[in-house]
């Protein structure tokens, strides 16, 4: 049984979905949209995709195609990512359209958690605003609450008091960090409460966080296709999974925005058997870290 804790809505719309939500776009410009060569390329591509989404139908939409896939693919649980800040940031009402997407998680066969994610550059105060969504939403299906986008023009200490209020209205808590920027932002992340860490894989060049993050048990969402295509590793070669495993630091394996870097979960472990020389019993380790790391207990869960 496969499970899922980094992954996003909206990096999950495949081009024929973009085609359902626009029908006279042409196949040409969804596969320029769909063609970068760095983060902000990528950054680009997913605001694109964001931009088709205007009303709660077409997140409905792209809510029902993201899990039929999931549940093709075998997978059972997944917490996924709903970009609360870009919603906010559009102006569009948050209540409707995420009673809609509710509405379809609870009718698929995949159990389905939701974590609202406030975009960094946008600030504090937006980020609370998502924060807030996210605290009335904690008993119908929010598990988490996050931060994602760009490191290094909105750092975590910004955050401090909106993890804090999260925190309190019992939301378990997340950040994206050390995916293009150092160890002080997955530092920084820890700071304010962050209990599992989106990418982090620049802690490669931190022994002490390394550490840290082995005795203290707080995992890594790694995303290894998703930081060779958005340039936040050179190469597929170079990228540090296998020492931050040899680290000890407790790992997951994810897609993060599967539709747009091409990839499913199965292909993910994949590479990490073919490519970084995972065998069998590190892989269950990894599968099985998934359900551990998971923001819901087992309890909650029903497995
Ligand atoms: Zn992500």
Known sequence: MAAELHVHLEGSVLPETVQLLEPEISKEEIRAAYRFTDFAGFLECFKWIVQKLRTPED?????RAMLNRLDREGIRYVEITLSAGVILWKKLEFAPIYDAIRRESLISPVQVLWNLDAIRQF?????????E?????????????GIGGDEVTGPARWFGEVYAFAKKNGLRLTAHAGETAGPESVWAALEIGAE???????????????????EHSIPLEVCITSNVCTGAVVSLESHPVRRLYEAGVPLTL???????????????FAIARDRFGFDEAQMEQLRNNAWKYAFATQLERGD
Do not use: C, W
């Not at 997140?59 to 809510?63: E, G, M, S």
């Open 59 to 63: 997140y409905a939409l792209i809510t």
């Open 123 to 131: 600030g504090p105060d937006a980020a609370m605003r998502v924060a």
């Open 133 to 145: 969504v996210a605290a009335q939403r904690v008993n119908d299906g929010v598990i988490s609450f």
């Open 196 to 214: 599992r860490i989106g990418h982090g894989i620049r802690a490669i060049d931190d022994p002490v966080l390394l550490k840290h993050l082995r």
């Open 254 to 268: 994810n897609t993060d925005d599967p539709a747009i870097f091409g990839t499913t979960l199965a292909r993910e």
